[in-house]
């Protein structure tokens, strides 16, 4: 059965490091989303994207993140400078067009 | 805003017990509602959903009921096993087929045999 699956795993950055966290969602869909899990609370929202472009972007997306999909397959979140609180799990979501998204295991990132 | 609430955990259970875990929700409109587990290591998982008032879900003898009247999607299971051990979701969508996810903070269950 195809899975989102996101790269890596786990990351270890410095403080005011640029990190790319890599996802490859499910190859027919059309619509990508990030969120993110800070330690004890909740899965939030940080943006989707469809047609090459930003459909949709929290409070949380400021100019710090981006997204790109560079090739056909690729999908990735960029934060320009890391911040301690910053440290979170990251998920990737793919949907073909229908409310059910579908995710990837997440990439933990630790800002050190 | 649109926002989602469960019980507050973590859950522990005794194999064979029943399981209920609550789930509220506030939203303009009509959402979607899911829930989505995540087992050890491993991304979230569609467990169930519901588009419409009084939809039931089901999957692997978990059930939920979009009820709009009390605006709650509770999880149910009649008799839990270990291998259920995990953390559950709740969460609702709105407009588009492309929309977002709203989600609930999530309730860690653990299963003893």
């Known amino acids: 059965e195809p899975e989102v699956t996101q790269t890596p795993s786990h990351q270890v950055t410095q403080m005011g490091q640029e990190v790319i966290l890599r996802c490859v969602p499910i190859?027919?869909?059309?619509?990508f989303y990030w969120y993110r899990q800070i330690l004890g609370q909740k899965v939030e929202f940080l943006v989707s994207?469809?047609?090459?472009?930003?459909?949709?972007k929290s409070e949380i997306f400021d100019d710090q993140f981006s997204v790109e999909r560079p090739d056909g397959s690729n999908f990735t979140l960029k934060i320009r400078s890391t911040k301690l609180e910053d440290s979170a799990m990251y998920f990737c979501?793919?949907?073909?067009?229908?409310?059910?998204?579908?995710f990837g295991p997440g990439t933990r990132l630790l800002v050190l | 805003g649109n926002s989602v609430t469960q019980m507050e955990g973590p859950v522990t259970l005794s194999e064979e017990a029943f399981l209920t875990i609550n789930c509220t929700y506030t939203?303009?409109?009509?959402?979607?509602l899911f829930w989505y587990v995540q087992y050890p290591g491993e991304g979230l998982q569609l467990l169930l959903k519901?588009?419409?008032?009084?939809d039931k879900g089901s999957n692997k003898g978990f059930e939920a009921t979009y009820r709009k009247e009390t605006t709650s999607f509770h999880l149910e299971k009649g008799s839990v096993q270990v291998s259920d051990s995990a953390v559950y979701f709740c969460?609702?969508?709105?407009?588009?087929?492309?929309?977002?996810?709203?989600f609930g903070q999530g309730t860690i269950l653990t299963v003893h045999p």
């Open positions: 979501a793919s949907t073909p067009g229908g409310r059910t998204q579908y």
């Open positions: 519901a588009t419409k008032a009084d």
């Open positions: 939203a303009t409109g009509y959402p979607s």
């Open positions: 190859s027919n869909h059309l619509y």
């Open positions: 969460a609702l969508s709105m407009g588009t087929s492309y929309g977002k996810l709203t």
């Open positions: 994207f469809y047609n090459n472009e930003i459909s949709e």
